[in-house]
């Protein structure tokens, strides 16, 4: 059964894009701002953390919060579950505003944003040992990647209502997205793989600076893991916020069947995350002091949604299913928010907490996100199915 | 005496006490090469070569006036590798400190292998030469150091200088210098005698000019002073770890204040970093990661001559190529502390997401599309 994807249709500006896009307005002032008196006077980063809100939360809780369109690939091209097509267009969608918005965040965090051209460019001067080069070209090929996976979208609605040129190209394109497509999504499948590892390596690095709750040569796996069920909970999210807002049909019974594989996700990072620590030698620290309390509240996030959806049968029930999910990315955000913050203490009495600038430009970011997506889904055939209810927001 | 006999039984104590693996000794040939500014692809043909058992050319290594330092540091390092591979790569024909025969015995050795490996072997010498009252104040067997060295040199495929002692003449050169105390360039004028100086000279410059040598027949490319390039092109204070404070102007004043027990620049205490040419910032002594400016302690610059011994140890120095930075970093370290604001803020945006999070969920309960019936 193969569902037709297509636009949502009605008007894109209206009281909520609105307030969105003031939102945008004013992180863009914000960010002029910023470029003009630069990172020491518009963020709270300092030598201790010279990382902060903008990497923390947009790259590395934003791509795996983006990681839908690489779980389900997984799912629909590597166990060949043809099934779940439905979702991989607004799996890939969100995917490819998650990376594109994690991308922009790297230029605005980083010191000299005008020398990263340069990266994918000169070759003779890669460091290959290091983590941050590796997530440098891998994010970079990828967001190419996601948008290309996600072309023929676009070329359908071109085919149909471009005219001349834009019909012919679209045409040509589809005809060679029906004979490459399968190589692009390998890269789709390999490049998260690798970078949403070593955005965990990354902290590896770091060495007797991050807690030893969070401190294992596991970081990597544990992050790939957990990027892989952030994928699926996003996906089941993402499905039950259109459905309200769009109206659009929510596959319960498919999104059951993928918050089965989520479950078994959810277990395996349970597992390699006690079995780690108990191995070696950790368990005291659980019950030690407050970052014992985060770890349990971080443990919690993740146990809960999988006590949740262990019964096969209330995985049918989708209100279940949705309050699981949301539960299952906060958890993933909180992981990843103690491995490179909460957790992380450079020593020397270096503090941190995110100025005014930070928090409102990460608003922002996400609020642009959320009004291209509205925007897409809009125009463009990305939604399953027919609108059944009038659109509400 | 069996002179390769005398090298596996230190090998083989180096080898039992330690236990060196490939892994190792891999890493050492790599640090070597490195140092002469050779790719790490020789540093496998030279594993291999240690491993098959090949290569051992004939090294005969003289003493002038020193203190031994530099074979200590060879062979006593935290390392066995390095004294292994010595041993391994090279057949040591004549050293005076190493070698457990005496005498003429010794003598006759270092004959033979002169004669049997006439214009191939590698001639080290370690200490300078005092030419004073025509060398009278350094004999080794009868013979002055001066005419041993141009008796020895005549017949060597190549010529290093290891040491400061041997490269330019050490501390026994410093004024009024009552023997003539002179580095080997001096004394064999004309010749090309490659200098690897430092008290005590890093073993792994030593080592990458001698596979060099051993395994391709050529010497690395050298300055002036007859210095490998790669390894003292450089000053010290160029790729010093301490470099971002003295940028900033951060400077230890005395010895144990605030600045120099943050690890601040030792400029101040008289460090001869500026002035010195030597890859000690980047390729540390004893293998450990410590060196002198690691430990708190500033340069004294034992590698190079007028600087070493002979200027006094808290004297600061001129700047050689001073090189700004692109952009100085501030004194005070910037701390930001939490902003009301930004608190405020952090708590309606969490606020909002956990409240908004709730209402989907209990929107998505409510209503929605209608279910797909597959």
């Known amino acids: ?393 | 005496m069996d002179r390769s006999v005398m090298g596996r039984v230190i090998a083989d104590t180096e080898r039992s006490n330690n236990g060196v693996d490939r892994r190792d000794f891999l890493k050492v040939c790599t640090m070597a090469a490195a140092a002469v500014g050779l790719p790490a692809s020789v540093a496998v043909q030279w594993a291999e070569a240690a491993e098959s058992g090949g290569l051992k050319p004939s090294v005969i290594w003289l003493h002038g006036q020193e203190c031994t330092g530099c074979t200590e540091s060879l062979l006593r390092t935290s390392r066995p590798g390095l004294a292994e591979l010595i041993l391994d790569l090279i057949s040591l024909d004549y050293h005076e400190t190493l070698f457990a025969a005496a005498g003429h015995q010794m003598e006759a050795a270092l004959q033979q292998a002169m004669e049997a490996n006439a214009g191939k072997y590698v001639m080290v010498v370690e200490g300078s030469t005092p030419v004073k009252e025509n060398g009278i104040y350094c004999k080794i067997g009868g013979t002055t150091m001066l005419d041993l060295v141009h008796e020895v040199a005549e017949k060597a495929g190549a010529i290093i200088a290891i040491g400061s002692c041997a490269s330019w003449g050490g501390v026994q050169s410093t004024p009024p210098n009552p023997t003539g105390a002179t580095g080997l360039p001096e004394v064999l004028e004309g010749k090309t005698v490659v200098t690897i100086p430092g008290c005590p000279a890093n073993p792994y410059n030593f080592l990458g000019t001698v596979l060099q040598f051993v395994t391709l027949g050529t010497l690395p490319a050298l300055d002036a002073k007859g210095r490998p390039a790669t390894a003292y092109s450089k000053t010290i204070h160029e790729h010093c770890p301490r470099r971002p404070h003295f940028d900033a102007g951060r400077f230890a004043q005395e010895f144990g204040d605030e600045g120099h027990r943050q690890g601040w620049c030792l400029y101040k205490l008289g460090c001869k970093g500026p002035v010195t040419h030597a890859n000690c910032s980047v390729l540390h002594f004893g293998e450990i990661g410590t060196w002198p400016i690691g430990t708190g302690h500033p340069c004294i610059g034992c590698t190079e001559q007028h600087v070493g011994f002979e200027t006094f140890i808290h004297q600061t120095v001129e700047i050689e190529r001073p090189t700004p930075p692109d952009t100085y970093p501030p004194v005070e370290e910037v701390r930001h502390g939490i902003s009301p604001a930004a608190a405020g803020v952090a708590g309606l945006v969490g606020g909002a997401l956990v409240g908004a999070g709730y209402m989907a969920a209990r929107k998505a309960a409510e209503s929605g599309g209608e279910e797909e019936e597959s």
């Open chain 1, 1 to 393: 059964m193969i569902h037709r994807a297509e636009p949502v249709g009605g008007p894109i500006i209206n009281r909520f894009t609105s307030f969105l896009l003031g939102l945008v307005g004013i992180s863009v002032i914000l960010l002029i701002w910023r470029f003009a008196a630069g990172l020491g006077a518009t963020t709270a980063l300092n030598d201790g953390y010279p990382f902060g809100l903008w990497i923390a939360f947009e790259v590395v809780a934003g791509t795996a919060l983006a990681c839908g369109g690489y779980a389900v690939a997984i799912l629909l091209y590597v166990f060949n579950k043809g099934e779940y097509h439905p979702l991989i267009r607004p799996a890939l969608l969100t995917s490819a505003l998650g990376y594109s918005m994690a991308a922009f965040a790297i230029i605005i965090d980083v010191g000299r944003p005008w020398f990263i051209y340069r990266i994918p460019i000169r070759v003779g001067q890669w460091n290959l040992n290091s983590p941050l080069l590796e997530v440098a070209l891998c994010v970079m090929a990828y967001v190419g990647v996601l948008w290309i996976e996600l072309a023929p979208a676009f070329l359908e609605k071109w085919k149909e209502t471009g005219s001349g040129g834009l019909r012919r190209f679209a045409e040509s394109g589809l005809r060679f997205f029906d004979k490459a497509m399968i190589w692009i999504v390998s890269l789709g499948i390999l490049l998260p793989t690798m970078h949403q590892s070593s955005l965990g390596t990354v902290m590896l690095l770091g060495g007797p600076k991050l807690h030893k709750l969070w401190n294992t040569p596991l970081i990597p796996l544990l992050f790939l893991v957990s990027c892989i069920a952030m994928g699926y909970a996003v996906v089941i999210f993402e499905s039950g916020v259109s459905g309200a807002v769009f109206g659009r049909p929510r596959h319960t019974a498919m999104l059951a069947k993928l918050s089965g594989a989520m479950v078994v996700v959810l277990a395996l990072f349970l597992v390699i995350r006690f079995a780690d620590l108990i191995l070696r030698g950790r368990l005291g620290l659980m019950f030690h002091d407050w970052y014992s309390v985060l770890f349990w509240a971080e443990m919690a996030l993740f146990a809960v949604p999988l006590v949740m959806l262990s019964n096969a049968r209330r995985r049918q029930h989708f209100p279940t299913l949705f309050k699981a999910a949301s539960l299952m990315l906060f958890a993933g955000i909180l992981y990843r928010f103690d491995t490179y913050l909460v957790a992380f203490n450079p020593g020397r009495q270096w503090t941190y907490f995110p100025s005014l600038v930070e928090i409102l430009v990460s608003v922002g970011v996400v609020s642009l996100e959320i009004l291209l997506y509205i925007a897409i889904v809009k125009r463009y055939p990305i939604l399953a199915g027919r609108a059944t209810a009038p659109e509400k927001a």
